[in-house]
């Protein structure tokens, strides 16, 4: 079986600051983990996902994760912050070759601070 | 391409009721998921649909039902509604086999469902 767990259920920014959402996984086989957006009222959009190969992957709008098996962790991360960053994100991982269902975390809310 | 699309957007429904939720994948899609989304949650997974058969269930009641018809769109029912189904309902697509088979799901805006 596999879990999610989100650090912080919210997490407050300044605009340009870094931002850092925390994501760590259980899984007793290979994960797929990904990253979703979502803004008020819309469904999930994709951001960015790790299959295989380089443990750095880069999505959407300038956010990238790393996947490190030893920490069991897929963080996700963005330099610089806009105010249109602001939404919910949620971590989620599969698993590896038989991506059926997604075990999603609870999610951390992200505010951006003029 | 529409992408997925739900119908309705909004829908309210007493306790005791039924309801049907509507899915259409995305173009090239043959494979539908539903998940379940509470205030304040993350999704959770209801179950999975291929070639018209339920091939995957969470950890849902069996007033939770859906079906597939042969265009790969897909339905959600629920019977005797409780307070706690209110939620936002999403489904999401997927295709079986080729690229973005194991990976990629694309979901839809959801329908959020108000039990009262």
């Known amino acids: 079986a596999q879990s999610v767990t989100q650090l912080g259920s919210h997490v407050s920014v300044s605009e340009g600051a870094l931002v850092l959402l925390r994501c760590n996984y259980s899984s007793s086989v290979p994960p797929y983990l990904f990253w979703y957006v979502q803004y008020p009222n819309q469904g999930l959009q994709l951001l960015l996902k790790y299959t295989t190969g380089a443990t750095l992957v880069k999505g959407i709008n300038g956010f990238e994760a790393e996947f490190k098996k030893s920490e069991t962790s897929f963080h996700l991360t963005k330099p610089s912050a806009h105010m249109s960053d602001a939404a919910e994100y949620f971590c989620?991982?599969?698993?590896?070759?038989?991506?059926?269902?997604?075990?999603f975390g609870s999610g951390t809310q992200l505010t951006v601070l003029p | 391409d529409a992408g997925v699309t739900q119908s309705p957007t909004h829908l309210i429904k007493t306790r005791g009721q039924q309801v049907t939720l509507r899915c259409s994948p995305k173009s090239g899609h043959d494979t539908v998921s539903w998940y379940q989304q509470a205030l304040g949650q993350g999704p959770q997974f209801i179950f999975q649909y291929y070639e018209e058969e339920e091939r995957q269930r969470g950890n849902f009641p069996d007033r939770f039902s859906g079906h597939q018809f042969p265009n790969y769109s897909s339905e959600l029912n629920v019977n005797a509604l409780l307070l706690g189904d209110s939620a936002l309902y999403l489904c999401?697509?997927?295709?079986?086999?080729?690229?973005?088979?194991?990976?990629?799901?694309?979901f839809g805006q959801g329908t959020r469902l108000t039990v009262v």
């Open positions: 989620a991982v599969t698993r590896s070759g038989s991506a059926r269902q997604l075990t």
């Open positions: 999401a697509s997927r295709p079986d086999r080729g690229p973005g088979w194991n990976t990629e799901a694309f």
